[in-house]
């Protein structure tokens, strides 16, 4: 398994601003992850973090949005810029260590993001 | 288009009361995972089944993963107010560690 440590847990937003989300993990992993859960909603993935290149994102979300930075195996940020209350949701970073069966993808505790 | 139909969206029952959640798919995954999360926090792992048939037990929970490896269920047996939560099946598609969750199921045991 993997400890994963995300800063900040909570935060209260205004509008218009730009928050960036810190992600470590306590081990050197390939593969790490964002995803968003909007509030009663399941989990959307946001972008693939690649180290060392610019990340890979899904179909509905852009860089200018959600810049991501992956500086090395165990760390990565996630930034929400110029934030509407419909970023309100909880962000995530997830992991795969190596050697977990079938790609096992572990979660950190999130971060809880309301914007007002 | 949602990938992963999951059933029942919401679920509340008596304590010691049996039940069955599922996840549906018309596509294969390579390993499909079920987590449990609870307010205010991230998804907690419970089991990733990797082989079409297999079925892993956890105490009183029970998952399978069809045969074809479209399918999961996760079946409680004797609910206990602990086990009170949102619970989540997830699919990965070959070795990209991407997945595609189903909509959750919210679980509420009553004592």
């Known amino acids: 398994s993997a400890v994963i440590s995300q800063k900040p847990s909570r935060d209260i937003c205004q509008r218009g601003t730009s928050l960036t989300i810190q992600c470590q993990v306590d081990?050197?992993?390939?593969?790490m992850f964002w995803y968003r859960q909007q509030p009663g909603q399941s989990l959307t993935l946001i972008a693939t973090?690649?180290?060392?290149?610019?990340?890979?994102?899904e179909s509905g979300f852009v860089i200018d949005k959600f810049p991501i930075s992956r500086p090395n195996l165990t760390f990565s940020t996630l930034t929400v810029s110029n934030m509407s209350p419909e970023d309100s949701s909880i962000y995530l970073c997830s992991v795969a260590p190596p050697g977990g069966p079938g790609n096992t993808i572990y979660f950190g505790e999130g971060s809880w993001l309301t914007v007002v | 288009t949602q990938l992963l139909e999951q059933s029942p969206q919401f679920l509340s029952i008596q304590e010691g009361e049996n039940l069955t959640v599922y996840c549906n798919s018309s596509?294969?995954?390579?390993?499909l995972q079920w987590y449990r999360q609870e307010p205010g926090e991230g998804p907690v792992l419970l089991v990733t089944?990797?082989?079409?048939?297999e079925v892993k037990k956890l105490k009183r929970l029970t998952f399978q993963f069809g045969d074809a490896r479209k399918d999961s269920s996760l079946h409680i047996t004797a609910a206990q107010p602990g086990d009170t939560g949102l619970y989540l099946c997830?699919?990965?598609?070959?070795?990209?560690?991407?997945?595609?969750f189903g909509q959750g199921t919210t679980l509420q045991v009553k004592p």
């Open positions: 997830a699919g990965a598609r070959g070795n990209t560690g991407k997945l595609i």
């Open positions: 973090a690649n180290q060392g290149s610019e990340a890979t994102y």
């Open positions: 596509s294969v995954f390579s390993s």
């Open positions: 089944v990797v082989t079409g048939g």
């Open positions: 081990s050197q992993v390939t593969m």
